[in-house]
């Protein structure tokens, strides 16, 4: 059974940091191109970032470009979103999704992945 799960949501302060896991199971993740979406209350899910399988393709929304990094460990199955400087409208619920075509450059579209987590809140107050 493949699954997502996401880890490291929580309340943090405007400027504050925080670091989301994601732990794939189930199958090989690799050769997969990694994601995080977000969704906020009363808008569409939206793209965050994507790495792909090699590490060397990467892409960010500009609305977190210089402020969030995604970084993956193939060897533990494991993707992360480090999120600095952060902001309220950073308020969301955070996915952790994949895509096993492995697509260079990655996807910014939801049906671009096929796997997905549960997702991880997050709360940045003012």
């Known amino acids: 059974q493949v699954q997502l799960v996401e880890s490291g949501g929580g309340l943090v302060q405007a400027g504050g940091s925080l670091r989301l896991s994601c732990a794939a199971s189930?199958?090989?993740?690799?050769?997969?191109?990694m994601a995080w979406f977000r969704q906020a209350p009363g808008k569409e899910r939206e793209f965050v970032a994507a790495?792909?399988?090699?590490?060397?393709?990467?892409d960010y929304a500009d609305s977190v470009k210089g402020r969030f990094t995604i970084s993956r460990d193939n060897a533990k199955n494991t993707v992360y979103l480090q999120m600095n400087s952060l902001k309220p409208e950073d308020t969301a619920v955070y996915y952790c999704?994949?895509?096993?075509?492995?697509?260079?450059?990655?996807?910014?579209?939801?049906?671009?992945?096929?796997?997905w987590g549960q997702g991880t809140q997050v709360t940045v107050s003012s």
């Open positions: 189930g199958r090989t993740f690799s050769t997969d191109t």
């Open positions: 999704t994949a895509d096993p075509s492995g697509r260079i450059p990655p996807g910014r579209r939801r049906y671009d992945y096929a796997y």
């Open positions: 790495r792909g399988w090699s590490g060397g393709n990467t």
